[in-house]
T-cell receptor
Framework: DTEVTQTPKHLVMGMTNKKSLKCEQHMGHRAMYWYKQKAKKPPELMFVYSYEKLSINESVPSRFSPECPNSSLLNLHLHALQPEDSALYLC????????????FGQGTRLTVV | EDQVTQSPEALRLQEGESSSLNCSYTVSGLRGLFWYRQDPGKGPEFLFTLYSAGEEKEKERLKATLTKKESFLHITAPKPEDSATYLCAVPNAGNNRKLIWGLGTSLAVNP
């Protein structure tokens, strides 16, 4: 199984809503990542978890809150987002942090209205 | 400053018309160069890792090569299903090995 599964595939939320994005992998990878991608731009790193601990936070606003409940799961909690946060949110995993051959999920297309 | 530059920004080919995409990089102590393919609205799909100058990797109609300053992704006799954005990335020189991405080449192959 070489899949990273993200749910939901699409999400529309209002600026006062709270929602969560979910990511799951069963490859035994110990590093998991959240990326944000805008149209015609490369992925932009948001967070890295290594062995279930937050390793990198790329100065992401606090309205994005990551969580890693166990080695297979990664969540991204969203609260009070702005329209400019609309983007494709990608989860990825790799064997370990510093092993950049990452497997990406299909993404969640988020629209903030 | 670590940097990755891809060219061309966009490329349109006829089916069967071979060509190459370029990825030039500036990073201290290269620790790998990675090629990904991305279809619209989907996550990137890992293609190749190259670690040292002179190294080559092949997969179907794609061949990636690496020199000390750049990498090429050669596409031989492309088909319409090869249409996608091709991204390259290198780990930064720091300890966290964060990926530095190019802006990608958008490839369209016409039947």
């Amino acid at each position: 199984d070489t899949e990273v599964t993200q749910t939901p595939k699409h999400l529309v939320m209002g600026m006062t809503n709270k929602k969560s994005l979910k990511c799951e992998q069963h490859m035994g990878h110990r590093a998991m990542y959240w990326y944000k991608q805008k149209a015609k731009k490369p992925p932009e790193l948001m967070f890295v978890y290594s062995y279930e601990k937050l390793s990198i936070n790329e100065s992401v606003p606090s309205r994005f809150s990551p969580e890693c409940p166990n080695s297979s799961l990664l969540n991204l909690h969203l609260h009070a987002l702005q329209p400019e946060d609309s983007a494709l949110y990608l989860c990825a995993s790799s064997q370990a942090q510093g092993v950049p051959e990452a497997f990406f999920g299909q993404g969640t297309r988020l629209t903030v209205v | 400053e670590d940097q990755v530059t891809q060219s061309p920004e966009a490329l349109r080919l006829q089916e069967g018309e071979s060509s190459s995409l370029n990825c030039s990089y500036t990073v201290s102590g290269l620790r790998g160069l990675f090629w990904y393919r991305q279809d619209p609205g989907k996550g990137p799909e890992f293609l190749f890792t190259l670690y040292s100058a002179g190294e080559e990797k092949e997969k179907e109609r794609l061949k990636a090569t690496l020199t000390k300053k750049e990498s090429f992704l050669h596409i031989t006799a492309p088909k319409p299903e090869d249409s996608a954005t091709y991204l390259c990335a290198v780990p930064n020189a720091g300890n966290n090995r964060k990926l530095i991405w190019g802006l990608g080449t958008s490839l369209a192959v016409n039947p």
